[in-house]
């Protein structure tokens, strides 16, 4: 997350805005209609968040090497696990349902699978393939 200030009418007084960048993926796109029957798009957009590390831990009144020995264990299972590669994982973050001229004010042209990065800065919605 990044905080960008910009200086006000006063020298003095500053104004902070905070910018947020999130990295979105495509998830599907829908013709759809809206309720005054109009042609539109329904876009779903997934938040790619980096997955957490693991953490082990094993309980104080097991000695310090059988400790080590199971945490080593428990890393090695982990490796071997189905998923075990994955570096990334999805959130469902936005749904957009946009008409063909919004579509192209945003400038989107999404398919499934494209990536994007939204960028949140005062209000405002800024979307830049990647």
Request: glycine share 4%; proline share 9%; charged share 25%.
């Amino acid at each position: 997350m990044t905080t960008i200030y910009f200086p006000g009418r006063n020298p003095h007084s500053w104004r902070a805005l905070l910018t947020v960048k999130i990295k979105l993926k495509v998830q599907s796109v829908r013709a759809i209609r809206d309720p005054e029957g109009r042609e539109c798009y329904q876009i779903d957009f997934v938040e790619i968040r980096p997955k957490p590390p693991m953490m082990i831990v094993t309980p104080q009144e097991i000695p310090e090497e059988i400790g080590q020995m199971v945490i080593q264990i428990s890393k090695g299972l982990q490796r071997v696990l189905p998923g075990a590669d994955v570096k990334e994982y999805e959130v469902r973050k936005l749904t957009l349902i946009l008409t063909h001229e919004e579509l192209e004010a945003f400038n989107l042209k999404p398919y499934p699978n494209q990536l994007y990065e939204l960028t949140i800065t005062d209000g405002t919605l800024h979307f830049k393939p990647l």
